[in-house]
């Protein structure tokens, strides 16, 4: 299948919240039902940007997939420094499993390497981002706040040595949460 991968547009959000509802339905991995309402909480963000998010279209124009990362700091008693985090990637059901998503998560990266940021996190459940070449953020002494499983919190350096002596916990924005904020 042909598809571009671009940045998202305000005409895109509402075909966007049928592509990730589409994503998620009947209690799917990685899935709280709050996916729709958290990425439109986080387009309020101060550190939101909007080439942080894009879509997948076929070659109709029609949105087949979605993406977005956000700024995310790392603090630790001795320092502190912001990552950007993948916190929710969606592919349509009938367009699955044909490169879609990775093709979202290498764009994303090269944004965030291009901006500067050292490296990109995610929380995933399943093997998406370690086939990806994420590794459990552990690796790096970068915890999680979030209560999720120790190997779900992923990271990929985005330059070798870039999280070098620089460990820590991850803190994601009021807006991540909404209602249902579980921080630590």
Do not use: C
């Not at 709280?32 to 986080?42: H, K, P, S, T």
């Not at 700091?73 to 950007?84: L, M």
């Not at 995610?122 to 998406?128: G, L, R, W």
């Amino acid at each position: 299948m042909k598809f571009s991968v671009e940045t998202i547009r305000q005409a895109d959000y509402v075909p966007v919240n049928g592509v990730i509802a589409d994503s998620y339905r009947n209690d799917a991995p990685n899935t709280d039902g709050d996916e729709v309402d958290m990425v439109n909480r986080l387009r309020s963000y101060s550190k939101y940007q909007p080439n942080f998010e894009v879509v997948a279209k076929d070659r109709q124009h029609q949105i087949v997939g979605h993406a977005l990362m956000i700024p995310v700091t790392v603090r630790s008693p001795w320092h502190s420094f912001d990552v950007v985090s993948i916190v929710e990637i969606s592919v349509g059901r009938d367009h699955q499993n044909q490169g879609i998503g990775q093709a979202m998560v290498i764009e994303l990266e090269t944004r965030a390497q291009l901006a500067g940021y050292p490296a990109v996190s995610a929380i995933d459940n399943s093997d998406f981002f370690f086939k990806n070449n994420y590794v459990p953020a552990d690796n790096f002494d970068i915890f999680s706040t979030l209560s999720v499983d120790l190997n779900a919190n992923m990271i990929k350096p985005l330059a070798d040595g870039s999280l070098f002596n620089k460990g820590g916990k991850i803190y994601y924005p009021e807006e991540f949460f909404g209602v249902r904020n579980t921080e630590v």
